[in-house]
């Protein structure tokens, strides 16, 4: 098991020198703590010592503000300009022995032009929904071979799903509950397979796994979808560990229990408490969960701070220790 460095001295110290690879870690918090800008640097960490990575932004933050604001205190950090690149997914149809998929432009294409010659009439509303079933895969064009950050932007669960091989439609019972339908049985070589095998990948990031399934599946009452869909994933994501020897970074949002308002837990509940083998919340410096868990390094306390605690791992108890952190223009330190 090798480890990533993410130069946050407190994650580093409590891992044993960064983020293992072969395996899943979790960073789960509130909002507004900086949990996106810890897994920035992390992939900036990543790009700097020669190879790839991959963000999963499923809240479409990084390009309209992560970027922008943080971008040059990482290059600045890291002594060299750090390129980052935004994979364009496109729908195709499956492709054949003889040829590859049509994508999903070139089909409504000729679909509308059929119907055009026809004389029958019709909407966008009508073609969008007939296109997307007859276009269920995705294809994706990496544009360089050089050591990167790749961002795939994935808002729709629906999408998510898709790209880890995962063939579904998204649809309403009688009885109000959203429920996840396959098309067929999900399957390994996937577009995410494709995507790190050809970048070279060694980190991939999903910031957040809890966005596109709060959104999608709202009510207790979904919660058998939220869960298989949410089971899919992360297998996968598992999977990709062990075939390519990566490092997996999970980045939850906080259940709070109504009745037990200091009872923040990982959003996502056992099923990504199983997969995460390592487990971190991060709080402001001056929250508390344990009042007898042991400090990593009290001298890097400060008012403003950050602390990130151990929720899981192997080799100590649950909120046993946790260590301080400061964060500035050049991220976490």
Not at 171 to 179: F, H, P, Q, T, Y
Not at 255 to 260: A, F, H, Q, V, W
Request: one cysteine or more.
């Amino acid at each position: 098991m090798e480890k990533i460095p993410t130069l946050c001295g407190a994650v580093d110290d409590l891992l044993g020198g960064g983020l293992p690879t072969g395996t899943v870690t979790q960073v789960f918090g509130e909002k507004a703590l900086g949990k996106s800008i810890f897994s920035y640097q992390a992939a900036c960490s990543v790009v700097s010592g020669g190879h790839s990575a991959i963000i999963l932004d499923t809240e479409q933050s990084y390009l309209s503000y992560l970027l922008p604001y943080r971008q040059q205190g990482m290059n600045k950090r890291f002594g060299k300009e750090l390129k980052a690149y935004e994979l364009k997914l496109e729908r195709t149809t499956k492709p054949s022995a003889k040829r590859k998929g049509a994508s999903r432009g070139e089909l409504l294409t000729q679909i509308s032009s059929t119907l055009d010659r026809l004389g029958v009439s019709y909407t966008d509303a009508h073609l969008g929904p007939i296109v997307d079933i007859l276009c269920p895969s995705f294809s994706v064009e990496i544009p360089t071979k050089e050591p990167s950050i790749f961002l795939l932007q994935t808002p729709e669960v629906v999408d998510l799903l898709n790209l880890h091989g995962v063939d579904a439609t998204k649809e309403v019972s009688s009885g109000g509950r959203v429920e996840l339908r396959l098309r067929q049985t999900p399957t390994y070589d996937s577009v995410l397979h494709t995507i790190v095998r050809e970048t070279g990948a060694r980190f991939l990031v999903y910031d957040s796994i809890s966005a596109p399934f709060k959104s999608s599946f709202p009510s207790t009452q979904d919660l058998p979808a939220r869960s298989a869909g949410m089971a899919m994933i992360l297998s996968h994501a598992q999977r990709l560990c062990v075939e390519f020897d990566i490092a997996v970074l999970v980045v939850s949002h906080v259940s709070i229990d109504p009745i037990k308002a200091w009872n923040r837990r990982p959003y996502g509940g056992v099923i990504l408490g199983h997969e995460a083998k390592f487990s971190f919340e991060l709080t402001k410096s001056g929250a508390k969960r344990n009042g007898e868990a042991e400090p990593e390094n009290e001298e890097e306390k400060t008012e403003k701070g950050r602390a990130f605690w151990v929720a899981r791992h192997p080799a100590m108890e649950e909120y046993s220790k946790f260590g301080y952190a400061n964060i500035d223009e050049e991220g976490f330190h």
